[in-house]
């Protein structure tokens, strides 16, 4: 068995690619390295392997756990465990700084010193800042580092982090760079869940400013088989960027989500926009495509409707997460109360 190691695997892509991986292989045992913040969720893992996937919880900034837990010669570091969301970032960065920046170099130093053969970072295209709405420019792997949020600028940290270790130490890295992601077991302070499960409970849909911004949308299992790819046949030292083609402006997609609920697009209220709101994510993903021959198998439509089918048949899942401290980080970012669900 070939063990690998992935942080912030009991978040959302880290557990729709433990999953993956479980399934698409036989040959390979995972540790799933996570510290259980608000957004990691042992439900997400209720169902899987035992045999082939064992459990740790830590935290990526505790170094005596990270080296006690990662096993001599470990084949690869999969890095997904971070701080996530935007908004919270403005709300207060040092957690940011925290885990996605000096946990990110924690790892590195124990890849080094356990001999692991090869660090994948997860990162982002929000590195990249933003682009003009009007424009046929698209984000590629040469495109500046330019963060806008601190989320961004963390993420963009680490990933410097990244370079320096392999500059300096020669340790085989691949940085992975993909868009918004969407589908199952996604927290719901992130659009799509956001609105999916505000809609299911008749409550109002938060969309900021002008609902135009646009983001590149991907179906969650479509990454988690580009990440797989790029540790499989990507080029130590490369950056690959990852999206299927999939611009939407925000209200598009708050829409299509009322519509398919079958509920009224007076639901919608407008709300002040984000600080600093970059105002479209658009990714070339040419690199990717033509080297590790990777191509996304789920289009928008029917992405959309399982990700909702999901969260109408999952509604425990949401209702644990809404009765929880969700309500109290609802209620000071939105200045609206959400009702109990039961
Ligand atoms: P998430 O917030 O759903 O999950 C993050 C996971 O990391 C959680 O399980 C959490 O418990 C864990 N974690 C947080 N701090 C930790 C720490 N200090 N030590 C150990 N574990 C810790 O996030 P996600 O949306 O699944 O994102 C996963 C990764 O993918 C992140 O690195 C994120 O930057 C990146 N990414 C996300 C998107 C997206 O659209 N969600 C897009 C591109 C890249
Ligand atoms: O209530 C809302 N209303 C609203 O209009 C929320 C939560 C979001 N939005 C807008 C802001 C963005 O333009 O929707 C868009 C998507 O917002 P998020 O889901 O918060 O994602 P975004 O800020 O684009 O960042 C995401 O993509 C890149 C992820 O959260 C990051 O982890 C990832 O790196």
Known sequence: MKPIFVTGGAGFIGSAFVRQILEATSDVKIINFDALTYAGNLENLNDLDAARHQFVKGDICDKDAVLKALPDETDAIFNFAAESHVDRSIASASEFVMTNVLGTQILLDAARAKNVRRFVQISTDEVMGTLPEDDAAFFTENSPIEPNSPYAA???????????????????????????????????????????????????????????????????????????????????????????????????????????????????????????????????????????????????????????????ENQDWVNHIRNGAYRDYYKKLYGMEIAQSR
């Open 154 to 312: 963390s993420k963009a940290a680490a990933e410097h982090f990244v370079r320096a270790a392999r500059e300096t130490f020669g340790l085989d890295t691949i940085v992975t760079r993909c868009g918004n992601n969407y589908g199952q077991r996604q927290f719901p302070e992130k659009l799509i869940p956001l609105m999916i499960s505000n809609a299911m409970n008749d409550e109002p849909l938060p969309v900021y400013g002008d609902g135009r911004n646009v983001r590149d949308w991907i179906f969650v299992e479509d990454h988690a088989r580009a990440i797989w790819l790029a540790y499989e046949k990507g080029k130590s030292g490369e950056s690959y960027n990852i999206g299927a083609r999939n611009e939407r402006q925000n209200i598009e997609v708050v829409q299509s989500i009322l519509d398919a609920l079958g509920k009224p697009h007076s639901l919608i209220k407008y709300v002040d926009d984000r600080l600093g709101h970059d105002r479209r994510y658009a990714i070339d993903a040419a690199k990717t495509e033509n080297e590790l021959g990777w191509k996304p198998l789920t289009d928008w439509e029917t992405g959309l409707q399982k990700t909702i089918r999901w969260y109408r």
